[in-house]
């Protein structure tokens, strides 16, 4: 459920990279054209075709090494190794290629130049961009508040990893939990959730409430997504709960974790209309 903010993240930082790559070539030809010890620096016309190359090679090993799959802004390490481990490479291709080239007319020393000021300008922004996350994040893709609906182990284990990724604009609304067969046992399944919440070692208390109240939930609070880890006989008591998140809109899912764990992938398939979990 993260993968949507991992790619917009991931693309934006893309995006920002090259566009330091261009400015930093543009400034370093123009330190290396105002240098009168070196040689004379040839027209930059005679740049142009590198500029392009120079550029892809720094956005593909920046893909290559992954550092665009999962941005993790708050990671004070990542703003200098990223960058570190892209240029070390990039430069490292640049400057081959260049002697492959056998292209004279193209300053050395410019090159040097313009890996250092992308360098420096690549670690720049990933520490602007980590002490603006937040409303980097509000822009770039929003907020989503998450309801839990469940009573199980894997249930509290999703809403800690829901509120450790609260930098990353996710919030945990609250649980639900699914009403018992009988009334009289209703009250007690409820409070033993609310007890195993409040042991669960999350940072704070969220409100715990009954599946029935779902719908009426939905349209008075703001909730994106419901994510349903119950046990495996209680499967037959959604069908009220999923038809609700249908009518309003709101994202629902389902975890799996009551089949067998042999099972590596899950995927959906159609036969026909008839939808398959194969």
Known sequence: ???????????????????????????????????????????????????????????GAGVATGIYREVREEELRRAFADPLKVGFIATTLLFALTFASKAEYISRLLLGFYAALDLVA?????????????????????????????????????????????????????????????????????????????????????????????????????????IFAVAKDELDKLEDAFLACEEEGVRARLLLSFFPHVISKVYLERLSEMPLLT
Not at 11 to 33: P, T
Not at 189 to 204: C, I, K, M, N, W
């Open 1 to 59: 459920m993260f993968s949507r903010h991992n790619r917009m993240i991931g693309v934006f930082y893309m995006l920002a990279d090259a566009a330091l790559a261009l400015a930093s070539f543009w400034l370093a030809h123009l330190i290396r054209a105002h240098l009168r010890a070196a040689r004379p620096l040839y027209p930059a016309v005679y740049y142009l075709w590198i500029v392009p190359v120079a550029l892809g090679i720094w956005i």
């Open 122 to 226: 690549m670690v720049l922004f990933r520490l602007l961009a980590r002490r603006l996350a937040g409303a980097l994040r509000s822009v770039l893709t929003g907020y989503r508040h998450f309801l839990v609906v469940g009573n199980t182990p894997e249930a509290l284990e999703i809403a800690r990893t829901v509120e450790a990724n609260e930098t990353r604009g996710h919030e945990l609304a609250g649980f639900a939990v699914v009403q018992a067969d009988t009334a009289l046992d209703a009250p007690g399944t409820r409070f033993r959730l609310e007890a195993q919440v409040d042991q669960s070692g999350l940072r704070r208390s969220y409100p715990v409430y009954a599946l029935g109240e779902l719908p009426g939930l939905l349209g008075r609070r703001v909730i994106d997504e419901v």
